[in-house]
């Protein structure tokens, strides 16, 4: 069982809903979490960063995470076409170590 | 804003062949990973490089072997490359101080190996 588990979708909304992506992990002892948005054959893009319990808001993003059900969620509000693409969880134990992903999900935005 | 730069973009190499990657980390960023991502996988850590020195390592075969240099630049080796070989390889460098564990990643060098 992998640390970090992610649905790989794909999923597919239409313009301008909320979506809403998920990522558990069984490794208590992760401490940071992040989000990044990878469009296809590019580099992962750092969307939202956090350590700790609790909602974070960057514009039309909510980064949610919830350390006692070992849970955490990316909300994206008016949701656009160019927000197609996959979405990736990492998360570390902290102290500059290794980010381990889950598998991504494959969000489609249809106009 | 500068970010993490990766030459080359695209290598082609045959089987049992070398080839080296190069990454150039974010100015001022002195942590150094390396990650190789499959078809349709999630990344994967290989290996890590802090003030030059090897931090941690992951699932990185012996036949890959990296080094961080002087200017921070770090250089994967790879040697009697295989097909399994092949992947989309990343380079991401992360800052000293509070925003240490947000990791920057470059566009990535796709391997071919035929």
């Known amino acids: 069982q992998k640390e970090v588990e992610q649905d790989p979708g794909p999923l597919s909304v239409p313009e301008g809903a909320i979506v809403s992506l998920n990522c558990t992990y069984s490794?208590?002892?992760?401490?940071?979490f992040m989000w990044y948005r990878q469009y296809s054959r590019k580099g992962p893009e750092l969307l939202m960063y956090?350590?700790?319990?609790g909602n974070k808001e960057d514009g039309r993003f909510t980064a949610q995470v919830d350390k006692s059900s070992k849970y955490i969620s990316l909300f994206i509000r008016d949701s656009q076409p160019s927000d197609s693409a996959t979405y990736l969880c990492a998360m570390s134990v902290g102290g500059a170590q290794k980010l381990v992903f889950g598998q991504g999900t494959r969000l489609t935005i249809n106009p | 804003a500068a970010g993490v730069i990766q030459s080359p973009r695209h290598l082609i190499k045959e089987k049992r062949e070398t080839a080296t990657l190069k990454c150039y980390p974010i100015p001022r960023h002195d942590t150094v990973y390396w990650y190789q991502q499959g078809p349709g996988q999630d990344p994967q850590f290989l290996i890590s490089f802090y003030e030059k020195m090897q931090s941690d390592k992951g699932s990185i075969p012996d036949r890959f072997s990296a080094q961080q240099f002087s200017d921070y630049h770090s250089e994967l080796n790879m040697s009697s490359l295989e097909l399994g070989d092949s992947a989309l390889y990343f380079c991401?460098?992360?800052?000293?101080?509070?925003?240490?564990?947000?990791?920057?990643f470059g566009p990535g060098t796709r391997l071919t190996v035929l």
């Open positions: 956090t350590y700790s319990s």
């Open positions: 991401a460098s992360s800052p000293t101080g509070e925003d240490t564990d947000t990791q920057y």
């Open positions: 490794n208590s002892a992760f401490q940071y």
